[in-house]
């Protein structure tokens, strides 16, 4: 018998009503249910991180989720980085310190940097390397990967620094 459950998923602020399978991955239902095909699937079992999304602040793999898991939770995929038609800091960052090359891990390492950085924008670089380690770039390009998050990393304390200074300091 087909049973099926109808969930409603949050994603980048805007409400989809899904009808799934209880089996159906949390990736499958944002990317076939909600058409949002930013988030890419790779090894379907936890380990390259090519789906990682943000789950109520968390970077979480979508592949290892349920959707009827995600029923009630702030989903942020890549599609909502880019805001007022600005990139977000750290896709301008992976662009200009080329941190991608095929592109095929890109979205998954973008959330994965977000979510560490808006937790914690003074991480130190060894806590850095070993959490953007989680993920696999079979291009290879780390290097360029690493370098853009810190860079993305300067600029999002930059940005929250000038926030924070009162306008009539000057
Ligand atoms: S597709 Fe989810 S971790 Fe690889
Ligand atoms: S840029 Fe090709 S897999 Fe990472």
Same mark, same amino acid.
């Given at each position: ?6 969930v409603?998923?949050t994603v980048?602020?805007?409400?989809y009503?899904?009808?799934? !399978?209880?089996?159906?991955?949390l990736?499958d239902?944002?990317r076939?249910?909600c058409?949002?095909?930013? #988030?890419h699937i790779?090894? !379907?079992?936890?380990? $390259?991180?090519?789906?990682?999304v943000?789950?109520d ?5 979508a592949?290892?989720m349920?959707a009827?898991?995600?029923e009630?939770?702030d989903i %942020? #995929? ?5 805001a007022d038609n600005e &990139?977000h800091?750290?896709?301008k960052?992976f662009?200009e310190?080329?941190g991608?090359? @095929?592109?095929?891990?890109?979205p998954g390492? &973008?959330?994965?940097a977000?979510?560490v ?7 130190g670089?060894d806590?850095?390397?070993? *959490?953007?380690s989680?993920?696999? @770039?079979? $291009? #290879?390009g780390?290097?360029? *990967?690493?370098?853009a998050?810190r860079?993305a990393?300067?600029?999002? %304390? !930059? ?10 300091k000057?």
């Amino acid at each position: 018998m087909d049973v099926k459950a109808i969930v409603k998923l949050t994603v980048n602020g805007q409400d989809y009503r899904v009808d799934v !399978e209880p089996r159906r991955t949390l990736v499958d239902a944002i990317r076939r249910d909600c058409g949002l095909t930013g #988030t890419h699937i790779g090894c !379907e079992h936890g380990v $390259c991180g090519a789906c990682t999304v943000i789950v109520d602040g968390d970077p979480v793999r979508a592949c290892l989720m349920f959707a009827v898991q995600a029923e009630g939770k702030d989903i %942020r #995929t890549v599609e909502g980085l880019t805001a007022d038609n600005e &990139l977000h800091p750290v896709q301008k960052a992976f662009m200009e310190h080329h941190g991608l090359q @095929c592109g095929f891990c890109t979205p998954g390492f &973008l959330m994965l940097a977000v979510a560490v950085l808006e937790r914690d924008p003074d991480i130190g670089d060894d806590a850095l390397i070993d *959490i953007l380690s989680s993920n696999l @770039c079979r $291009c #290879t390009g780390y290097q360029n *990967i690493v370098r853009a998050v810190r860079m993305a990393a300067a600029d999002m %304390r !930059e940005r929250s620094r000038c926030r924070d200074v009162p306008e009539n300091k000057f």
